[in-house]
């Protein structure tokens, strides 16, 4: 793998924990700023906040669809990895799959990262 696909691949992947911290703080600002409106038992519910949770779920949306594509290829990568045996890839796999995002840093660190650059003209 080139050295590039590497960083890119490393930026995909701490992208993920950076937008679940954004989520959680816009989340956490979308209700501070809304609690006087939603207190104020006017009987109106305020529209702007509706549209402050649509944006905020159409990023956790986008960010899910980042999340399991780079999973996606994490688990072919696991799977077609030449180094480990197959308990070691069904190990990665399963933990690829039910950890999440922590699993995808694990596995990039522990796995990819540490993967020598393949000169195709040097093989031939």
Do not use: R
Not at 51 to 57: H, V
Request: overall charge positive; glycine content about 6%.
């Amino acid at each position: 793998m080139k050295k590039s696909t590497k960083i890119w691949l490393g930026i995909l992947t701490s992208l993920s924990i950076l937008f679940f911290i954004i989520y959680l703080v816009g989340i956490f600002i979308i209700f501070i700023n809304h609690i006087p409106e939603l207190e104020s038992g006017t009987g109106k519910f305020p529209l702007i906040f509706f549209k402050s949770i649509i944006g905020i779920f159409s990023f956790l949306f986008l960010s899910l669809i980042l999340k399991m594509g780079l999973m996606i290829y994490y688990v072919i990568h696991a799977s077609n990895n030449a180094n480990n045996d197959s308990s070691k890839k069904i190990m990665w796999i399963l933990i690829l799959v039910f950890v999440g995002f922590i699993g995808n840093i694990v596995y990039y660190f522990l796995e990819i990262l540490p993967l020598k650059e393949i000169n195709l003209e040097q093989k031939l």
